[in-house]
């Protein structure tokens, strides 16, 4: 895996060779595993998790431990890397909990000091979460962002997302962090019916006393918000994939379809809503990398780098898909072709650890801008 540079030095926002062989790895291992009739029948069952793929994606390739230390049984590669995979699996619009377990969980977990002797608890589970054995999801709403004012005390907590397919939760109450088994007595998840049906949304019930303590309240906060950060940043990299599979797909469909005896992507209007699509994911891809870089090398400018990201790629993935599924005329509209999917995807990620109006103020208030009056 690629070397981290040290925190001061410029953004590279481009990507290396093991990265690009990394994207390799897992393009080729989704285009073999889409069948876009069986993921539709999945998700309508409300079990959209191919199981397969996930053992593929995160045991057979790895990626599940790209965020986890070696010694802990991971990669110890970085958020550079963890960023390849999701720009993949935001192409394919895949149900995997990868976002959830293997970058917001993970980070948490990496946030209480899992190197200390006393907290085997944490580095076993860390390990089972690199192999894929084992899935673990934080309780939390998913729309909670990196800054926001953390829920704590209550038992309940509703919209947690891949709470259906997580093996372990942790929790976050005012005396610490937990790690509950999610068939323990007294831990209840009610799924929901999401506007992504790819992304399963649940309402958490756990009650006390229930699970094991990982981290005291002053270090559990802190990890939690290090996992909300890291999911937040690289969130902008799985929008990025889906905004670039939309855009190809636009340019793939106007390029075939055809009236008076022209390509209509030929016709001058269309061009131009193209072309700019274009220079939005242009735009919305140094974002995303900024805030992988930032992150992967622990710059101090990583909040600023992920606000940053997330107030314009939210945005730019909703307008892509948005103009996928109108370009594309009436296939667009059909349940059988994956736009709606994309569309659904776009419209979900960008509520999804907060808001572009959240995060807007965020980059107001880390740059010193005043806010309104």
């Not at 539709?40 to 599940?64: C, F, K, N, Q, V």
């Not at 934080?138 to 926001?148: F, H, M």
Request: with cysteine; net charge negative; glycine share 10%.
């Amino acid at each position: 895996m690629s070397a981290r540079p040290p925190a001061d030095a410029s953004p590279d926002l481009l990507y290396s060779d093991t990265e690009d062989d990394l994207r390799a790895a897992v393009r080729s291992l989704l285009t073999d595993r889409a069948d876009v009739p069986a993921a539709l029948a999945r998700a309508e069952s409300g079990d959209p998790y191919d199981t397969g793929l996930w053992t593929s994606l995160a045991a057979g390739i790895g990626a599940a431990g790209l965020l986890v230390p070696q010694e802990l049984g991971g990669q110890g590669a970085s958020h550079r890397e963890a960023a390849v995979v999701l720009e993949e699996l935001g192409r394919g619009v895949t149900a995997a909990p990868y976002l959830t377990s293997s970058v917001v969980a993970t980070e948490t977990l990496l946030g209480c000091d899992p190197g200390n002797a006393a907290h085997t608890d944490i580095a076993g589970l860390l390990t089972a979460l690199a192999t894929g054995h084992r899935v673990a999801v934080l309780a939390l709403p998913l729309t909670t962002a990196p800054d926001a004012k953390l829920p704590v005390g209550g038992p309940g907590v509703t919209g947690v997302a891949d709470a259906v397919r997580a093996d372990v939760l942790l929790v976050l109450r005012e005396d610490g962090l937990y790690a509950v088994e999610t068939a323990s007595p007294g831990v209840t998840v009610d799924p929901l019916t999401p506007l992504d049906l790819t992304r399963p949304l649940a309402d958490v019930t756990v009650e006390e006393p229930a699970g094991l303590r990982i981290a005291a309240p002053p270090v559990a906060e802190a990890a939690v918000r290090r996992g909300l950060l890291a999911g937040a940043g690289l969130l902008a990299s799985e929008q990025l994939g889906l905004a670039e599979w939309c855009l190809e797909e636009t340019v793939r469909h106007t390029r075939a379809r055809h009236q008076f005896n022209r390509p209509v992507g030929s016709f001058q209007a269309l061009k131009h809503r193209m072309a700019q699509l274009w220079l939005e994911v242009v735009s919305a891809r140094a974002a995303a990398r900024n805030a992988a870089d930032a992150l992967a090398t622990g710059s101090p400018e990583a909040p600023l780098a992920v606000a940053l990201a997330q107030a314009y790629c939210g945005r730019v993935a909703v307008h892509t898909a948005e103009e996928c599924v109108q370009l594309l005329g009436g296939i667009g509209m059909t349940w059988e072709h994956p736009a709606h999917l994309a569309l659904k995807r776009a419209k979900s990620d960008e509520l999804a650890l907060g808001s572009a109006g959240r995060h807007k103020e965020t980059l107001s208030a880390l740059v010193g801008l005043a806010g309104p009056e």
